[in-house]
């Protein structure tokens, strides 16, 4: 909602800065989007008079003027021909800048100096919409008056003198304040803001015509489910004309054209008071009378923005005796429009269902201001107010008489709303000890009615959105201000703190966890295609094969529930590296889909799945699952495996961990894939993939990773290179320099394997890097050597090892 300042104050004293406004405003719930100053772009420009006319020297087009610019007397050439001596002119002197970005220097033409320019108005940023009485192709000859009673004088600033200074802000209005898309809405808000009075709007009018309403129209409501008031006021000796300056400036910085008095007055009054109004030329009523009703199928009319429109019986339409002369709250008929020569008009003010109205906005195409107020739901009290001030703005600007009453049809008045008053209740609500005398004030200030017993408060008819207590308070507590709500919990014994189950916690640190480790999180489709399991070489007789059919599938790709996650992970794999990524480390926390029999419903297995492929080897994934492990105090375990057709033989392991109540259980596999598998995909070469099932890592989790205070002491490094048999694990020697080292070793590193020339066949050597620290003080070099001799004793012993020099 754009809101002219200049307007706003015709309702509201604005007594503080506009930076200071606009923040206020948008506390109390009128959010301002941007702030405009229509004229920033224009300084140094005056009025001036020119008092001499002379010809160019050289130049036979060219005019040479003196002009009075208050301060004296400056030449500016200029090669308008419509110049006179004595004309009133804006003129930009040198310096100065005009819109898009123009400034003025003075300089010479044709070797004749001059020191600035004269305006036409497109160089001020203006039309003929505005400026009507002025040529396109000259400079803006302005009168000695302006309509506004301004006695333009040399010097003056053609800024202010023009009212080219407007600032505009725009307001975000949400869809449950439609009474704010109105000047006199916004002032309504601005008051109770800042705490003063807005004035109220009581339109006056005169009725100088002859006759009454009713001998000129009679209005008939066939459907008053869709039209629960229809008001019509009539205007003769109409003289259609231009609007004032003042109307066409205010319509223009609301983002409005204007066209003629008229049409101006129901855009003028739509948007200082909300309610959309509608001007018909009488003479085109035929039968004089309207009605309101639903169109038939297939009727049609051109509208007034000179398209054919083709309606059914959902559409709300006003009609004459015979046809459809508008769009029900959309948009006006070409036949009855307003023209040169209208002499008699029909002013509409009425009250449409907002459903409807969106409706047919929708259907038609056509969305306009009109529409856009209605299907939002208008008051139907304001209808009144608003075709009485479109009347008072006729007599006003003299452009009609109006004729005595009016006719008035409201079939479905609606019933005044009464909500309970309990200040206890809102300050419980809102946490606040808010007095009860100012949420009083505030709720009245708002225009709601306290009943005598001060136990509710009566609804105004503007604000359909209020309709219990819950709305009260949060009046109450936009008014008091959010920023003095204290925040507090919620008082009873049923409160209690929201916190994350100890499952979600576990598959936070997973995630976490993994996302350290370099890797990125995927999301993929829990359904699946039948031919995944031959592209995973699955046995014919795999369970894997027993699949949830989806009854309605968007096609064969989609038509079952997945079993496993390893086709979804090697797809997205094989769809970066088909797009030149080098590597990816992905991984996904999802569902499998299990049958149950006698059950109708599968089991649903959280699973988590990690994919590696470029850069990337076993012993990276299978570090990734160890550091997983350790995070969450897990023991685990990896046993090769060589009969899983998915994976390749002899570099594939099932992952195994250990708990009080589980003993040892394999909880997953990791591995590379099988060549084959990642052929069918168009996969990369070497791919790698564990799959771990969720359910017992959150059973047999010993800690979640708290924050701990780095350490105080220094650490100490020692590296061990051992020669021991090719057939033992890495994972036995790590479990046993572990257990040898005891609580001061902090971390260890394999940083080396090798097999080859200087190593006895059947042997390998065996490099790591330990880093040893105490927490409560500096080691020694004898406390680190003894730890060092009873791992390399305990190697020894267990595996025959022997210490590499």
Same mark, same amino acid.
């Given at each position: 909602?754009?809101?002219?300042?200049?307007?706003?104050?015709?309702?509201?004293?604005?007594?503080?800065d506009?930076k200071?406004?606009?923040?206020?405003?948008?506390?109390?719930g009128?959010?301002?989007?941007?702030? #405009?100053e229509?004229?920033?772009?224009?300084?140094?420009?005056?009025?001036g008079?020119?008092?001499?006319?002379g010809?160019?020297?050289d130049?036979?087009k060219?005019?040479?003027?003196?002009?009075?610019?208050?301060e004296?007397?400056?030449?500016i050439?200029?090669?308008?021909?419509?110049?006179?001596?004595?004309?009133?002119?804006?003129?930009?002197l040198?310096?100065?800048?005009?819109?898009?970005g123009?400034?003025?220097?003075?300089?010479?033409?044709?070797?004749?100096e001059?020191?600035?320019?004269?305006?036409?108005?497109?160089?001020?940023?203006?039309?003929?919409?505005?400026?009507?009485n002025?040529?396109e192709d000259?400079?803006?000859i302005l009168?000695?008056v302006?309509?506004d009673?301004?006695?333009?004088?040399?010097?003056?600033?053609?800024?202010e003198? *023009?009212r080219?200074?407007?600032?505009?802000?725009?307001?975000?209005?949400?869809p449950?304040?439609p009474?704010?898309?109105?000047i006199?809405?916004?002032?309504?808000e601005t008051?109770?803001? &800042?705490?003063?009075q807005?004035?109220?709007?009581?339109?006056?009018?005169? #009725?100088?015509g002859?006759?009454?309403?009713?001998?000129f129209?009679?209005?008939?409501?066939n459907?008053?489910?869709?039209?629960?008031?229809?008001?019509a006021?009539?205007?003769t000796? /109409?003289?259609?004309?231009?609007s004032?300056?003042?109307m066409r400036?205010?319509l223009?910085?609301?983002?409005?054209?204007a066209?003629?008095?008229i /049409?101006?007055?129901?855009?003028?009054?739509?948007?200082?008071l909300?309610q959309p109004?509608?001007?018909f030329?009488?003479?085109?009523?035929?039968g004089?009378q309207?009605?309101?009703?639903?169109?038939?199928?297939?009727?049609k009319?051109?509208?007034?923005?000179?398209q054919?429109?083709?309606?059914?019986?959902?559409?709300?339409?006003?009609?004459?005796?015979?046809?459809p002369?508008a769009?029900?709250?959309?948009?006006g008929?070409?036949?009855?429009?307003?023209?040169?020569?209208?002499?008699t008009?029909?002013?509409?003010?009425?009250?449409?269902?907002?459903?409807s109205?969106?409706?047919?906005?929708?259907?038609?195409? &056509?969305?306009t201001?009109s529409s856009?107020?209605?299907?939002?739901?208008l008051?139907?009290?304001?209808?009144?107010?608003?075709?009485?001030r479109?009347?008072?703005?006729?007599?006003l600007?003299?452009?009609?008489k109006?004729?005595?009453?009016l006719v008035?049809e409201?079939?479905c008045?609606?019933?005044a709303?009464?909500?309970?008053?309990r200040?206890e209740?809102?300050?419980a609500i809102?946490?606040?000890?808010?007095?009860?005398?100012?949420?009083i004030?505030?709720?009245?200030d708002?225009?709601?009615v306290?009943?005598?017993?001060k136990?509710a408060?009566?609804?105004?008819?503007?604000?359909?959105?209020?309709?219990?207590?819950?709305?009260?308070?949060?009046e109450?507590?936009?008014?008091?201000?959010?920023?003095?709500i204290?925040?507090?919990?919620l008082?009873?014994?049923?409160?209690?703190?929201?916190?994350?189950?100890?499952?979600?916690?576990i598959?936070?640190?997973?995630v976490?966890? *993994?996302?350290?480790?370099?890797?990125s999180?995927i999301y993929t489709y829990?359904?699946?295609s039948?031919k995944?399991?031959?592209?995973l070489?699955?046995?014919k007789?795999s369970? *894997?094969?027993n699949?949830?059919v989806?009854?309605n599938?968007?096609g064969e790709?989609?038509?079952?529930?997945r079993?496993?996650?390893?086709?979804?992970m090697l797809a997205v794999?094989a769809?970066?590296?088909?797009r030149r990524?080098?590597?990816?480390? &992905?991984?996904?926390?999802s569902?499998?889909?299990i049958p149950?029999?006698?059950?109708?419903?599968?089991?649903?297995?959280?699973?988590?799945?990690?994919?590696?492929?470029?850069?990337?080897?076993?012993?990276?994934?299978k570090?990734v699952v #160890?550091?997983?492990f350790?995070k &969450?105090?897990?023991?685990?375990?990896?046993d090769p495996?060589?009969?899983?057709?998915?994976?390749?033989?002899?570099?594939?392991a099932t992952?195994k961990?250990?708990?009080?109540?589980?003993g040892?259980?394999?909880?997953?596999?990791?591995g590379?894939?099988?060549?084959?598998?990642?052929e069918?995909y168009?996969?990369a070469?070497?791919?790698?993939?564990?799959?771990?099932d969720?359910?017992?890592?959150?059973?047999?989790?010993?800690k979640?990773?708290?924050?701990?205070q780095?350490?105080k002491?220094?650490a100490?490094t020692?590296?061990?290179?051992v020669?021991i048999? #090719?057939d033992?694990?890495?994972?036995?020697i790590?479990?046993?320099?572990?257990?040898?080292?005891g609580?001061?070793l902090?971390?260890?590193?394999?940083?080396?394997?090798?097999?080859?020339?200087?190593?006895?066949?059947?042997?390998?050597?065996?490099?790591?890097?330990?880093?040893?620290?105490?927490?409560?003080?500096? *080691?020694t070099d004898?406390?680190?050597?003894?730890?060092m001799?009873?791992?390399?004793?305990?190697?020894?012993?267990?595996?025959?090892?022997?210490?590499?020099l």
């Amino acid at each position: 909602m754009k809101t002219p300042i200049s307007w706003l104050k015709d309702f509201v004293d604005l007594d503080v800065d506009v930076k200071t406004y606009i923040h206020k405003m948008t506390m109390s719930g009128s959010k301002v989007e941007t702030v #405009e100053e229509l004229g920033s772009e224009i300084s140094k420009v005056v009025i001036g008079k020119i008092v001499e006319i002379g010809k160019h020297p050289d130049a036979d087009k060219l005019l040479v003027t003196q002009i009075d610019v208050g301060e004296g007397i400056i030449q500016i050439v200029t090669g308008a021909q419509n110049v006179f001596a004595g004309a009133i002119v804006p003129v930009a002197l040198s310096g100065s800048t005009l819109p898009h970005g123009i400034t003025i220097k003075k300089g010479k033409l044709r070797g004749v100096e001059s020191n600035g320019m004269l305006c036409s108005i497109a160089e001020l940023n203006l039309t003929l919409d505005d400026c009507p009485n002025a040529t396109e192709d000259g400079i803006y000859i302005l009168p000695e008056v302006t309509e506004d009673g301004v006695v333009l004088k040399p010097g003056m600033d053609a800024k202010e003198a *023009l009212r080219l200074n407007e600032v505009v802000m725009e307001f975000e209005i949400t869809p449950n304040r439609p009474d704010c898309l109105s000047i006199y809405g916004i002032a309504g808000e601005t008051a109770v803001t &800042l705490g003063v009075q807005r004035k109220q709007m009581c339109p006056v009018v005169k #009725e100088i015509g002859t006759g009454i309403a009713k001998d000129f129209i009679s209005v008939n409501i066939n459907d008053p489910d869709l039209c629960a008031r229809y008001i019509a006021r009539v205007v003769t000796d /109409v003289k259609i004309a231009p609007s004032p300056k003042w109307m066409r400036d205010r319509l223009k910085a609301a983002g409005v054209r204007a066209i003629s008095n008229i /049409v101006d007055i129901t855009n003028y009054v739509m948007l200082e008071l909300g309610q959309p109004l509608h001007a018909f030329d009488m003479r085109d009523l035929q039968g004089s009378q309207i009605i309101v009703r639903r169109a038939a199928d297939g009727e049609k009319m051109f509208t007034l923005d000179d398209q054919e429109r083709e309606l059914d019986s959902s559409m709300l339409v006003i009609a004459d005796g015979k046809r459809p002369v508008a769009v029900a709250g959309v948009m006006g008929g070409q036949n009855s429009e307003i023209r040169n020569d209208t002499t008699t008009v029909l002013f509409e003010s009425a009250s449409f269902v907002g459903s409807s109205v969106r409706t047919t906005s929708k259907r038609l195409g &056509l969305r306009t201001e009109s529409s856009s107020r209605f299907e939002k739901g208008l008051d139907t009290e304001n209808a009144f107010t608003a075709i009485q001030r479109a009347c008072e703005l006729v007599e006003l600007l003299g452009c009609g008489k109006v004729v005595p009453g009016l006719v008035d049809e409201y079939p479905c008045k609606p019933e005044a709303v009464s909500v309970a008053f309990r200040p206890e209740k809102i300050n419980a609500i809102l946490g606040t000890h808010i007095p009860v005398e100012q949420m009083i004030k505030y709720l009245t200030d708002l225009g709601f009615v306290l009943n005598e017993a001060k136990t509710a408060f009566l609804v105004p008819s503007f604000r359909m959105d209020v309709k219990r207590e819950e709305d009260l308070a949060e009046e109450v507590a936009r008014l008091f201000d959010y920023n003095n709500i204290r925040p507090t919990l919620l008082d009873g014994k049923q409160a209690m703190m929201g916190k994350k189950s100890f499952k979600q916690q576990i598959e936070d640190v997973i995630v976490n966890t *993994l996302n350290g480790c370099g890797l990125s999180e995927i999301y993929t489709y829990s359904f699946g295609s039948p031919k995944a399991f031959d592209m995973l070489n699955t046995p014919k007789d795999s369970n *894997l094969r027993n699949v949830v059919v989806i009854s309605n599938p968007l096609g064969e790709d989609y038509s079952i529930m997945r079993t496993t996650t390893i086709g979804d992970m090697l797809a997205v794999l094989a769809r970066n590296f088909n797009r030149r990524m080098d590597s990816a480390a &992905l991984f996904e926390m999802s569902k499998v889909y299990i049958p149950r029999e006698g059950e109708p419903l599968p089991e649903e297995k959280p699973v988590l799945t990690i994919g590696m492929y470029g850069k990337y080897d076993f012993f990276d994934i299978k570090g990734v699952v #160890e550091e997983l492990f350790d995070k &969450l105090g897990i023991t685990g375990d990896f046993d090769p495996v060589a009969d899983c057709p998915t994976f390749h033989p002899g570099r594939t392991a099932t992952i195994k961990i250990a708990g009080a109540e589980i003993g040892v259980a394999e909880i997953g596999v990791v591995g590379e894939i099988n060549p084959e598998v990642a052929e069918n995909y168009s996969a990369a070469n070497r791919n790698y993939i564990a799959v771990i099932d969720v359910l017992p890592l959150v059973h047999n989790a010993r800690k979640i990773p708290t924050f701990k205070q780095l350490p105080k002491y220094p650490a100490m490094t020692r590296d061990l290179a051992v020669l021991i048999k #090719e057939d033992v694990l890495i994972k036995e020697i790590q479990a046993m320099i572990k257990q040898r080292a005891g609580k001061i070793l902090e971390s260890i590193s394999l940083f080396d394997v090798y097999k080859g020339n200087q190593v006895p066949e059947g042997m390998k050597s065996v490099a790591y890097s330990l880093v040893f620290r105490a927490s409560d003080r500096t *080691l020694t070099d004898e406390e680190v050597g003894k730890a060092m001799k009873k791992i390399t004793e305990g190697l020894n012993f267990q595996f025959g090892a022997e210490l590499r020099l």
